[in-house]
C-alpha cells in the first residue's frame, strides 16, 4: 500500500492506492489465480466450513518479490449462504 499526499491552494489531500505490478508472466499468474477463485464452487470443497470464504495467502520472498507485502486474494461471497462481509459497501452505481 502506498501511501499519498498532495496540496492544492493550501488544502491537503491524503489518499492510499494498492499497485499491482509485475512482468507478462507475474501478471497473467495473478489473472489464473483470480480465474480459479472466481470459477471454484466453494459449497464443494469439504474442508471449507459453512460462511468461511476461499482464499489464498501470496507471501513475501516466496509467492511475491520480496519488497512486497502479504496479499490475500479471496471470494467476498461466503460458503452456503453467499452473505458478505458486514463491512464491505458496495460501490455507487
Known amino acids: 500500500m502506498v501511501k499519498n499526499e498532495d496540496e492544492l491552494n493550501g488544502e491537503i489531500t491524503k489518499w492510499q492506492q494498492i499497485l499491482f505490478h509485475g512482468d507478462p508472466e507475474g501478471l497473467?499468474?495473478?489473472?489464473?489465480?483470480?480465474?480459479?477463485?472466481?470459477?471454484?464452487?466453494?459449497?464443494?470443497i469439504v474442508d471449507l466450513p459453512i460462511g468461511a470464504r476461499e482464499h489464498v495467502h501470496l507471501r513475501p520472498k516466496y509467492?511475491?518479490?520480496?519488497?512486497?507485502?502479504?496479499?490475500?486474494?479471496?471470494?467476498?461471497?461466503?460458503?452456503?449462504?453467499g452473505a458478505f462481509y458486514?463491512?464491505?459497501?458496495?460501490?455507487?452505481?
Open 28 to 44: 497473467k499468474s495473478l489473472a489464473t489465480l483470480l480465474i480459479q477463485i472466481a470459477d471454484i464452487n466453494q459449497n464443494e
Open 63 to 81: 509467492d511475491l518479490s520480496n519488497s512486497s507485502e502479504e496479499v490475500i486474494i479471496g471470494r467476498l461471497d461466503a460458503k452456503g449462504t
Open 86 to 93: 458486514d463491512r464491505y459497501v458496495p460501490k455507487k452505481k
